[in-house]
């Protein structure tokens, strides 16, 4: 099995209850990338929904970019779980139109 962030490039925006270097750890132990801060090469930057509704200057960069702008609960359910765990129902702008509904 391929590991579970295999070209995955991550940057974290907000506050969770992980310390960044536990963020960074487990990134890299699945095969990830960790960016401290947004670059071009950035694939996800994993967002708290304080910092997505404020639209703090890098959800508007990676939005601007087509970077992945995602919950940290796809970053956790991707560590946790054994199988395939898709991106779409996790980004932010899915989450906002699914609460429109």
């Given at each position: 099995m391929p590991?579970?962030?295999?070209n995955a490039v991550l940057c974290f925006s907000g506050t969770f209850e992980a310390p960044v270097a536990?963020?960074?750890?487990?990134?890299e132990a699945n095969g990830g990338t960790f960016?401290?801060?947004l670059t071009p090469s950035t694939t996800h930057l994993v967002v708290s929904e304080a910092n997505w509704r404020a639209r703090v200057p890098e959800v508007k960069t990676a939005l601007a970019?087509?970077?992945k702008v995602i919950d940290y609960e796809w970053f956790d359910d991707k560590l946790r779980a054994t199988g395939r765990v898709?991106?779409?129902k996790y980004l932010w702008t899915?989450?906002?139109a699914e609460r429109l509904k």
């Open positions: 590991p579970k962030l295999k536990n963020l960074q750890k487990w990134t960016d401290r801060k970019n087509g970077t898709t991106e779409n899915s989450i906002d």
